[in-house]
């Protein structure tokens, strides 16, 4: 640990950024990955018609109101919650994947812009 620890006190700004870069992908990756797939597969888990009703109307809403998209069907919808409470869930094991892998790429980047540093 006191190795990681000297390694974050020489260049804490990569090390924040790139924790915030890994866990924002780890959520974004998962994210499309379940939710496309879902929409390719055409499955949907258990979710009440009434739910679904509501959700929709709520999201058409919103999309008249700011002309985003046009008219999404209910089960696409209910598809990105069901995509988003399952990343939301995994979480844990996100930051999990955040805090082990930010060093790596932190020193991979610091390596990079030595080198192209040294090349300009």
């Given amino acids: 640990m ?7 006190k020489q260049a804490p700004t990569t090390h924040v950024a ?3 870069f890994l866990h924002e992908i780890s959520a ?5 990955a379940i939710w496309g797939s ?4 055409d499955y949907l888990p258990f979710v ?3 739910v679904l009703d509501q959700g929709s109307a ?10 985003w998209l046009p008219e999404a069907s209910p089960k696409f919808v209910a598809q990105g919650c069901v995509a988003y409470g399952l990343v939301k869930l995994a979480v844990p ?15 991979k980047t ?3 812009v030595k080198y192209i540093g040294g090349r300009m």
């Fill in 2 to 8: 006191r190795k990681y620890a000297d390694k974050v």
């Fill in 18 to 20: 790139a924790f915030l």
């Fill in 28 to 32: 974004i990756v998962p994210l499309v």
């Fill in 38 to 41: 879902m929409y390719y597969f």
């Fill in 48 to 50: 009440p018609e009434n």
């Fill in 58 to 67: 709520f999201i058409q809403r919103i999309c008249d109101r700011y002309t």
């Fill in 93 to 107: 094991l996100r930051l999990l994947f955040s805090f082990a892998a930010a060093p790596w790429l932190a020193n």
């Fill in 110 to 112: 610091t390596t990079l």
